[in-house]
């Protein structure tokens, strides 16, 4: 079942439809818009960490349980002037907050801002705050709670120069954080960009997926989600929407049954994903026993040299340290040399892959890359680097990466 072939909802009607913002991490933006696409939705801008389509609060909800690479799914409210804190109170008080906020609803405020207006980023949260607690104090004649936790409704402000825009973050905590982690050891991947390389790779489930230095096991655990076609918010117990006026928990069970009835029960090919560590190999056991695909993976603890590969061919992937966060780069050496030679001695009729962001570490591997595809790890810039390794007599070319 290739990425993406989620089943395609019959859109209802979008008379309450309004613009849905849809942010990820840089780098991912092609990712998330083909998602975005295939799920039936129009596209109408892309940002370099965000992609804008149009929707009902209810489409919201399925973005946020259908989507692999978005970190949150705004819905828009209101764009206003603002040159002073008095002028966001007045856009932000005039918003029908009674709509969306119920009367026992908890809010917080996230933001960005980028203004010569305020000096002090925690001014406009508490401004925005007191705009939207005054006003339902108002219509509700009580104070609703407040604070910096999202266990509530959330609230996102964008303030460029004079110009604000309000959402509803019907996310609430980021999506990349599915549920499912729990030991991230050190400089852990996070699951959105996991599942971006993965889906890079093509893979699909039918012939296997090797994965040594699998660290905390995100990347092997997303794969595992996408060759199942299992919807990555079924983790989830906790969204932003689900705080909102008028939320029907019953319309949303029906959804993530509708998503659980398309996922596959097993796969065709295996995974196994292998680390020297025996602490992250447990770590990683764990994290995928939660995600509900333990028994989908292979664990084993090994040297990545000594990783077991079937036959039959598929994809190789290796996130190896690359120096800027962990290890020493001249010490790595030694290591990207090794992979290279694992890649052409027992990878043969493989796709090889090594995420990085070093590249003159990269040029040890000694194998010519067919591809280079950027990504952003954090603010690294990082190369998800391809290599065809030949089975039989085709020789592999060896030359600069």
Same mark, same amino acid.
């Given at each position: ?14 008379? @309450? ?25 129009? &596209? ?56 969306? &906020?119920? +009367? ?9 801002? $980028? ?6 980023? =925690?001014?406009? @949260?508490?401004?925005?705050?007191? !705009? ?30 004079? =110009? ?13 954080? /599915? ?20 889906? %890079? ?28 076609? =299992? ?5 989830? $117990?906790?969204? #932003? ?7 029907? /928990? ?7 049954? %509708?998503? +659980? ?15 020297? $560590? ?5 770590? !990683?056991?764990?994290? !995928? ?13 090994? $040297?990545?040299?000594?990783?077991? &590969? ?10 190896? +340290? ?15 040399? #090794? ?14 892959? &090594? ?15 067919? /591809? =280079? ?29």
């Amino acid at each position: 079942m290739a990425e993406g072939d989620y089943f395609i909802y019959n859109r209802r009607s979008m008379e @309450n439809a309004g613009n849905i913002v849809v942010t990820c991490p840089k780098g991912i933006v092609p990712f998330l818009s083909r998602e975005i696409s295939r799920l039936g939705f129009t &596209i109408f801008n892309e940002s370099v960490a965000g992609v804008t389509t149009e929707g009902t609060l209810r489409d919201a909800q399925k973005l946020n349980l259908l989507l692999r690479t978005g970190h949150r799914v705004l819905y828009f409210l209101k764009d206003f002037e603002a040159r002073s804190g008095e002028e966001l109170y007045s856009g932000i008080a005039a918003i029908p907050w009674e709509k969306y &906020i119920p +009367e026992d609803g908890h809010i917080c405020v996230a933001s960005s801002v $980028d203004t010569t207006t305020v000096r002090d980023s =925690r001014y406009p @949260n508490l401004k925005c705050k007191d !705009a939207i607690v005054d006003r339902l104090r108002l219509r509700y004649n009580r104070r609703p709670d407040s604070g910096p936790g999202k266990q509530g409704a959330v609230v996102f402000l964008y303030w460029k120069d004079d =110009r604000c825009s309000v959402y509803l973050d019907t996310s609430g905590e980021p999506l990349s954080k /599915r549920g499912y982690r729990k030991i991230p050891l050190k400089a852990p991947m996070q699951e959105t960009l996991a599942a971006a390389v993965v889906i %890079q790779t093509g893979w699909d489930g039918e012939n296997s997926f090797i994965n040594p230095m699998c660290g905390s096991g995100t990347l092997a655990i997303e794969a595992a989600l996408i060759g199942l076609n =299992r919807a990555p918010g079924l983790s989830r $117990d906790d969204f #932003g929407f689900m705080h909102l006026k008028g939320f029907d /928990r019953r319309a949303w069970e029906e959804l993530r049954a %509708q998503a +659980e009835k398309v996922s596959r029960e097993k796969l065709p090919g295996r995974i196994i994903a292998t680390d020297r $560590d025996p602490e992250a190999v447990a770590a !990683a056991r764990k994290n !995928a026993e939660k995600a509900g695909v333990a028994g989908l993976i292979e664990f084993g603890t090994c $040297d990545y040299a000594e990783t077991v &590969i079937p036959g039959g061919g598929g994809v190789v992937v290796i996130n190896p +340290e690359y120096g800027e966060r962990m290890g020493s780069e001249k010490e790595l050496e030694t290591t990207y040399r #090794g992979i290279g030679d694992f890649f052409k001695q027992k990878c043969r009729g493989y796709r090889g892959y &090594i995420f990085t962001g070093n590249m003159t570490l990269s040029k040890m591997v000694g194998l010519r890359s067919r /591809r =280079r595809v950027p990504f952003f790890s954090g603010a690294i810039e990082c190369r998800l680097l391809e290599y065809e390794l030949y089975e039989g007599s085709r020789k592999i070319e060896r030359g600069q990466t």
